[in-house]
């Protein structure tokens, strides 16, 4: 025996398994979505998406670097998805030093300042999306009408903003529904809204992929989509003049963002199936709330924001089941 | 629907080369080193001295306590010395060092190939037997056989339950073992469930050794009240409540033994071992040892005599392969990896595993990203990432409540960390300290 051996405790085997690979099928799950943004806004897209990926990866380089004085953590990809997912909540008409301001938020306050990877509370995407939405309410509401040659002056209200005005000028659904755009649409995304957000299709095909590699489970999405749909169902059918039917409330604004990219990050959502479900619940109903009674048209990254800050009291008391039963 | 266990589990790659190769016998060594301390419990106390010739079977050490075993010579030879020898860690423990001079087995002990069925002892008699042969579990955790077969006041046993599970990666030893000695496997399971007084037994074999569960299922018949149960593949299946929940849907609750649930566990080669202590006298000398690993060129299955030096069995595949980084005794989930290849094969010892250098170092630790794989893993419904950091932090009270003595240390939560932490290592480190908390607290 020449060579030492390498003594360790067990288990001697990995998984080949990373926090890179995770990260890269979630950067493929929303490729889909990316593609079909840019067919609908044209390179404005592209152009968005970019500055907000280069700029989550620079200021997470340099924060960690010269500010944190540790190694730079870009490497594993998910300061990228941070980029991707800002860049799919905002308009993609959004001046580049909007988005730049966006991104300094999502990462160095968002998640920088809680630690970095995995000590974040909040989802750092939505952070950043609503510090801009607060703060340059204007620009983060202009939505490009969808052209597909690129982003010009006209612009075009999202389906969630036109029913809002519709009901604030008094007007019952029965009058408002010839302006709104049809089912089909919505599923394929040729109406106004953020770049990300519009294609709810596309939206699933990445859902369906991450639920195939094991990225997400169905816990979260379905109790977020399921609870919209039962409160949405239960007011349209007390009222369907005030309230628009379900359907219209799962295929509209960030609604499929949300539940399938936004909700589902594993580190601000729970970590039990039964806790995912108390949780998607939770935004599901926080959502309808804000869009039935709130003023803004749209609620889910609120929503998600609320009940991120509820994770660790769901991870304190909702506890997988144990073998062997109770003690 | 195969049955399996519900909670957690993973898969990993099965790798297991040497199942094709029959077992064949390793070499005598010129010289075995059998520790007195081989199984879970008292060590034993060694009635041999120095200059003492002894044949193969003879009682070298005789069990310490109730917890404890017989111990054999494999061998037949002089006694050399008795000494401290480095255990598979390195730690100085104390064994009987014997010269092996030809091969001369006591004469009461039957070398026929004859199977034999009939049996005229009775329970009692039978847990004597297995006691006096010094029958251990040979899974690996090497809890001693008859104290098994004794259920303590008050509980009584339903099922005998035979664990074929082999759930770890690499190894094939009790999977050629059911292959080659299936009817032995039967009989010491016939025994067993004398002993034991119990009218059901359940063989558990995984599905990937669907040539094992056929044949045993063709001859099992021939035996009253012996059913063999296929399972779904899962790691841990193997761990006993795991396979007490899969074969019979029951769970031991939360700190108890499976004889809280009427089931008593045994392994295939425990069983086997019971057949050849009590019908051919024969106590336990010798196991089957599988030897591989991915650079191995020809791995094989070897019955070989307790107390070979490991690196005589690695010499008998050819020789340590080049790349080597690692040497694990057992499975590449639970095994221990040694520090030097001179220690002894033990009664535990089911595999040798050869591992490559770029396979023998961990990945660097990167943060939790909370992506709860490890929850999901964990057969015993624990929260592997939460333990760890309570007992990083040495929050025992917490700790003990969030049940880290139901660990079973199976390594599933490591295993399929994409951070590669170290959950387990913490876990055990914690289990040590709370441990020391509860027995503080008793006394």
Known sequence: MSNLLTVSPSPHVHSDDSVQKIMYRVIV???????????????????????????????????????????????????????????????????????????????????????????????????????????????????????????????????????????????????????????????????????????????????????????ITWHTPVAVLGSMFVVAAIFWMIDPETYIGPAYHLLTGGAMLGAIFMATDMVSSPMTGKGQLIYGVGIGVITMSIRLFGAYPEGISFAILIMNAFTPLINNSVKPKRFGGKK | MLKTFKLGGIHPPENKFSAGQAIRNAELPKVVSIPVAQHIGTPSIAVVAKGDKVKVGQLIAKSGGFVSANIHSSVSG??????????????????????????????????????????????????????????????????????????????????????????????????????????????????????????????????????????????????????VVPLKVKYPQGGEKQLIKAATGREVPSGALPIAVGCVVSN?????????????????????????????????????????????????????????????????????????VDVPVTKGTSGILMIPAKEARRDEIKPCIRCSRCVTACPMGLEPYLLMTVAEKNLLERAEAERIMDCIECGSCSYTCPSSRPLLDYIRFGKGRVGALIRARKN
Request: glycine content about 10%.
């Open chain 2, 78 to 227: 002089t006694v050399a010395k008795l000494d401290q020898v480095p255990d598979s860690l390195g730690y100085p423990k104390q064994a009987i060092i014997i010269n092996v001079d030809g091969d001369e087995w006591l004469e009461s002990i039957d070398l026929s190939d004859t199977l034999v069925k009939e049996c005229d002892l009775d329970g009692p008699a039978i847990v004597q037997k297995i006691n006096e042969c010094g029958i251990v579990g040979l899974g690996g955790a090497t809890f001693p056989t008859h104290v098994k077969l004794v259920p303590p006041k008050g509980m009584k046993a339903e099922y005998l339950l035979i664990n074929g599970v082999e759930c770890e990666p690499y190894l094939t030893s009790d999977h050629r073992l059911m292959l080659e000695k299936s009817d032995e496997i039967l009989v010491g399971t016939s025994l067993l469930m004398k002993a034991l007084n119990v009218d059901k037994a359940m063989i558990g074999i995984e599905n990937n050794k669907p040539d094992a569960i056929s044949l045993l299922k063709e001859k099992s018949s021939q035996y009253k009240g012996v059913q």
């Open chain 1, 29 to 215: 799950a929303m490729i889909p979505a990316l593609i079909w943004s840019v067919v609908v806004f044209g390179v404005d897209a592209l152009r968005v998406t970019l500055i907000a990926v280069a700029a989550s990866v620079g200021f997470e380089y340099l924060v960690q670097r010269y500010v944190m004085k540790v190694k730079p953590s870009v490497s594993d990809g998910s300061a990228l998805i941070t980029g991707m997912l800002l860049a799919f909540n905002v308009p993609a008409n959004l001046p580049w030093w909007i988005i730049i301001i966006g991104a300094f938020v999502s990462i160095g306050i968002g998640k920088l300042s809680f630690g970095g990877i995995g000590t974040n509370i909040f989802n750092p995407a939505l952070v950043g999306r609503v510090f801009l939405l607060i703060s340059f309410p204007v620009q983060m509401t202009s939505y490009p009408a969808p052209s597909g040659s690129g982003v010009d002056a006209v612009t075009a209200p999202t389906p969630l903003g036109l029913l809002k005005e519709g009901l604030m000028n008094g007007q019952p659904i029965s009058e408002i529904a010839g302006n709104l755009p049809a089912a089909t649409d919505l599923l394929m995304g040729s109406t106004g809204g953020s770049l990300g957000e519009i294609s709810a299709l596309m939206l699933i095909i990445g859902g369906i992929y991450m639920l195939l590699r094991k990225v």
């Open chain 2, 268 to 340: 295939v080669g425990s069983a086997f071992a019971v057949y050849e202590a009590v019908q051919k006298n024969k106590p336990l000398i010798e196991r089957v040892v599988t030897v591989t690993g991915k650079s191995v060129q020809n791995p094989a299955n070897l019955k070989v005599r307790i107390g070979t030096p490991v690196s005589e069995l690695i010499a008998a595949i050819g020789g340590l392969p080049e790349d080597t980084g690692k040497v694990i005794s057992g499975g590449p989930m639970m095994g221990k990896a040694l520090a030097n």
